[in-house]
């Protein structure tokens, strides 16, 4: 295998994700309007959920994370065909790493998720499991549940590391 | 119109609310299980999205509530035809209300969620919207968006009035 190479950690941001998903954060989109007789503000539709296949639907889960050690080893990605995917921490203090890539041989990138930030992986948008921070978390996931063949996994060519 | 009665107030519960939708909340379910090598443990399904007609999709919104004035009069509920509809706290510090009926002119039930519970309203499932207490709070909402009409609402034939 080849030498391990340093990963840069970037920003969380709506642009920067684009490729690979949507962040979940209150944003002035279009949709942004008032309801419930104005005591309610609505930010709109910030992330679709995408689920294809018979036998299948999407479902709301949570997952309780234990943090990782640092510096954390990239060795692996996953990918989920038959569906959106997406994690949301229920507390603002929770701090979580994404790392998604084009493909698994490619360089991955990684984002510091803050501040409440979620976010959507796009179907079939490779990624690597959760990646808890400072403590024990819990996030809300959105994506399918049901029979078919939804998880691919893939060894990367190399290892990344990542110092936090 | 008939004569303000107080609305008592229940703690929310899967059992309680079972008739009207399901609670999101960590529960050792069948189907709880441990993943990201063991690293995570995910309780799985705990609320099934249900979305139904053409030109419109199940997606995730945020919304960002003001507290309401207590005693709150509950004059009118609302449904969705349509589609599910979930919200979740995204702090645990969150509380709120919940009020729920089988149909307009029934006794409604109000149950206090908190400890970061969150609740997903079966389709077609008559609920007051959101009552948030104490500050402002920010809410994951996943829901149908889309063309067609997806909202009924209606006046009660009485008031209740909930004291907390």
Not at 114 to 141: C, K, M
Request: charged fraction near 20%; charge should be negative.
């Amino acid at each position: 295998m080849d030498e391990v190479r340093l990963l840069a950690v970037e920003p969380l941001t709506r642009e920067a994700f684009a490729p690979y998903g949507e962040v979940i954060e209150p944003a002035a989109t279009k949709g942004t309007h008032g309801i419930n007789a104005g005591t309610a503000e609505r930010f709109h539709a910030l992330a679709r959920i995408d689920v294809v296949g018979p036998d299948g639907h999407a479902a709301i889960s949570q997952v309780r994370a234990q943090p990782r050690a640092f510096p954390f080893l990239v060795s692996m990605l996953e990918r989920h065909p038959l569906g959106s995917q997406a994690f949301v921490p229920l507390d603002p203090a929770i701090r979580y790493l994404v790392v998604v890539a084009h493909d698994p041989g490619a360089t991955p990138r990684a984002f510091l998720a803050e501040h409440g930030q979620g976010v959507n992986y796009h179907r079939g948008t490779w990624h690597h499991p959760l990646i808890a921070l400072d403590r024990v978390s819990d996030f809300l996931i959105v994506d399918r549940v049901g029979a078919g063949e939804n998880c691919e996994e893939a060894a990367l060519p190399r290892q990344w590391r990542i110092e936090i």
